[in-house]
């Protein structure tokens, strides 16, 4: 994540690497050399990742309070180099700096914050909006301490400032039980050497006339998902190899041996049993359909079934008392009741509205209508079972019923997770999105919004941000049609498994 508001590449005559870029390049060179030679081809975040660096970033200003007096560096700053001279000034008042920039050999680095210790070293901190110490953060910081030291500044210690993911709102954020301050010194000493041959060969790549030769690879989603995947992915077929249903490492062997079509995927090669069904229906273009298993599963159906899906929410920063950083907060359900096979399904649902702690209405109007019989069809269990278990901790007034539901749970994903029904079309996946179109040709395509992250992120949009009364009222109607689908969709694909 790049949290540097001016664009060191591009608004200054000299060539610098900035601690984002230098990531990049870390990852690969390819998207380095695009980072400064055609910066237009690389995707903007979408709304996803955006809304990870504003997540980031809120989780940043939380960090500063621990440090009162600080002094925001930059808060003024309009170029390059007036960010360069407000910190070279800052130094000397021997205060918490929040992001004074330094520059050397080249490279240009901003830390989250800059402590002053004993007469005249510094700590430096990166926050980061993890529950913990990640590989990439280290490299981070040793880029940080390798300018910082060689700007003059002598750095002590470096730490990882992570969020605690055991800590429990109980009123207003506390910032000091909020984060876990990890000491990575020795461990960013022990790869601080690496830093300079690998900025002199970046800068190599940088002035490069052409993009350099790299083929991809699982560096693409390492550590982080590369913005030109896109690019470089797209020679591959919609049957690739990297369809294959946990392929793993398997799919980069087969690749390096030539093999991009599922279907030519030679005999010999160890396929799991549902890797092997997934070459059969490539080849046949039918689908795989496992009548008995499928018989089976419908025998389980007791009627009246409810079919119910949640949508959930979670925030690094607990929005309500009892929350831990991260825990799903559900804000809507949709439940169809079918009463027999055929019947016309009565619906019921639930949407959130206002600023307060949803979970309590949702479990009184959950309880109201998902009765205490019949079978409770979801669309992955192990979600909604979770969602259910933190219910139950965080209001054991309502455990009793949850326990009755939680034991009449069906998960409609397991037969498509098995492979008793695989279409060529589902591409690998066995999600309610991939197996809808393909037994009912009906999809998602015409709703506003397509997919949990992204009701989730509308959801608090509306909500929690500043929108217009007629917005808000629009988007509500967008989530209700969404999680609606979501339960009709499962009633389809039952019908469609009883036709088959
Ligand atoms: S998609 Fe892969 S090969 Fe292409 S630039 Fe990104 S990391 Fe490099």
Known sequence: MDRTALDITATTERLYVSKSKFLWGHQCRKLLWYA?????????????????????????????????????????????????????????????????????????????ILNPV?????????VKSSTGVKEVHLLDLAFQAFVYNGAGLKILRCYVMHVNRDYVRRG????????????????????????????????????LKQEPDIKIGPHCSDPY????????????????????????????R?????????????????LTERQTIQREVANSGKPHIDRKALARFLKRLKYPVSYLDFETFNTAIPLFDGLKPYQQVPFQFSLHRQSAPGAAPEHHGFLADGRVDPRPEFLN??????????????????????????????????????????????DLLKPFQNFSYY?????????????????????????????????????????????????RLKVREQLERYCGQDTEGMIWIVEAIQRL
């Not at 998902?225 to 980069?252: H, I, Q, R, T």
């Not at 087969?254 to 160890?270: F, R, T």
């Not at 040709?441 to 007629?470: K, N, P």
């Open 36 to 112: 400064y030679n055609a910066k237009d081809q690389i995707p903007e975040a979408d709304a996803g990742q955006q809304a990870i660096f504003d997540q980031g970033h809120e989780v940043g200003v939380l960090a500063k309070l621990l440090y009162p007096g600080g002094i925001e560096v930059c808060a003024d700053a309009t170029d390059f180099e007036q960010v360069l001279q407000n910190s070279l000034a800052a130094l000397n008042e021997r205060k918490p700096l929040f992001e004074a920039g330094f520059v050397y050999n080249g490279a240009f680095a901003r830390v989250d």
């Open 118 to 126: 004993g007469k005249n070293e510094f700590d430096i901190l990166e």
């Open 172 to 207: 207003p954020i506390d910032p000091k039980k909020f984060f876990k301050l990890v000491d990575v010194t020795r461990k960013v000493s022990a790869i601080s050497k690496e830093i300079e041959p690998q900025l002199d060969e970046m800068f190599s790549v940088i002035r």
């Open 225 to 252: 998902p590369c913005p030109l995947m896109g690019k470089c992915w797209s020679f591959l077929p919609a049957d690739s190899v990297f369809e294959l249903y946990y392929g793993g490492k398997k799919c980069w």
């Open 254 to 270: 087969l690749l390096q041996d030539g093999v991009v079509n599922l279907k030519d995927i030679p005999h010999g090669v160890d």
């Open 365 to 410: 109007r959950l309880r109201d209508c998902i009765g205490d019989q019949g079978t409770v069809v979801v669309y992955n269990a192990t979600f909604e079972k979770a969602v259910l278990d933190k219910l139950a901790q965080a209001f054991p007034e309502h455990a009793g019923w949850i326990v009755n539901v939680k034991r009449r749970i069906v």
């Open 423 to 471: 279409h060529p079309d589902q591409h690998g996946s066995a999600s309610i999105k991939s197996v809808l179109p393909v037994l009912t040709g009906r999809s998602y395509a015409d709703l506003e919004i397509q997919e949990g992250g992204q009701a989730s992120l509308e959801f608090l949009r509306i909500h929690f941000g500043d929108v217009l009364e007629a917005e």
